[in-house]
Nanobody
């Protein structure tokens, strides 16, 4: 099972930027769906962005982050990223990365089906706090 370790969380002011990283224990080899999810006291397992490592398929983004967040991965570094720009206080949460075997999923939308419970590997999370 893939082991995942997040980093990059921090406290920033509204309008600022952060890049989250998720280091995996092995190369992706086009086998995985990878996603960033966030958790708050009010909501758990909220999908932020999801991508298929098959390559070429469009990522999935939650409506609330479209145009501000970008998900990407680097096979050579076994690392998933989340670039977050124009941060808002409502983006404050524990962010965690997760992975599952992609099966036939070719893009982020198909990868996101089933929600976070379908993702079999999960990191411990990294906290993002955005102050107004």
């Amino acid at each position: 099972q893939l082991q995942l370790v997040e980093s990059g969380g921090n406290s920033v002011q509204a309008g600022g930027s952060l890049t989250l990283s998720c280091l995996a224990s092995e190369e992706f080899y086009s086998r995985y769906c990878l996603g960033w999810f966030r958790q708050t006291p009010e909501k758990e397992g909220d999908a932020v962005a999801v991508i298929s490592t098959f390559g070429g398929g469009a990522p999935y983004y939650a409506e609330s982050v479209k145009g501000r967040f970008t998900i990407s991965y680097d096979d050579s570094k076994n690392t998933l990223y989340l670039q977050m720009n124009s941060l808002k206080p409502e983006d404050s949460a524990m962010y965690y990365c997760a992975a599952k075997y992609r099966g036939t999923a070719l893009d982020g939308a198909s990868c996101s089906r089933g929600g976070v419970i379908a993702f079999t590997s999960r990191g411990q999370g990294t906290r993002v706090t955005v102050s107004s």
